[in-house]
């Protein structure tokens, strides 16, 4: 077997200062957020992502950081009616919002 050590480079962070400007932090985290949300929205389960999520929570608290501070699209989302079918209209139109507020004015 061909060694990949000229290949790949780990990129693991050696400090905790690193890590907290990690991408693992800064996009990951707040995009598995996302996700949950999706998911509960979609009324969807998913265990094991539910599962893995609450160990990333525990670790962030064992490191001594604030789950919080990686919430990252939360605010945005949280602006979302959080309806399967408004999200997908949503996904799928990007001007979904801006006709649906346009009509809601005209109506008023």
């Not at 389960?45 to 064992?62: F, G, H, N, W």
Request: hydrophobic residues 35%.
């Amino acid at each position: 077997m061909q060694s990949t050590r000229d290949i790949y480079k780990s990129s693991s962070c050696q400090s905790l200062d690193e890590l907290r400007a990690s991408r693992l932090l800064q996009e990951d985290v707040p995009a598995m957020r996302s996700i949950l949300w999706l998911a509960d929205a979609a009324s969807e389960a998913m265990p094991a992502t539910r599962e893995y999520a609450q160990k990333v929570e525990r670790s962030l608290l064992d490191l001594g950081l604030q789950p919080s501070d990686f919430d990252g699209y939360r605010p945005h989302l949280n602006r979302v009616k959080p309806d399967p079918q408004y999200i997908c209209a949503l996904v799928n139109d990007p001007f979904f919002q801006t006709q649906t507020a346009e009509v809601a004015t005209r109506n008023h």
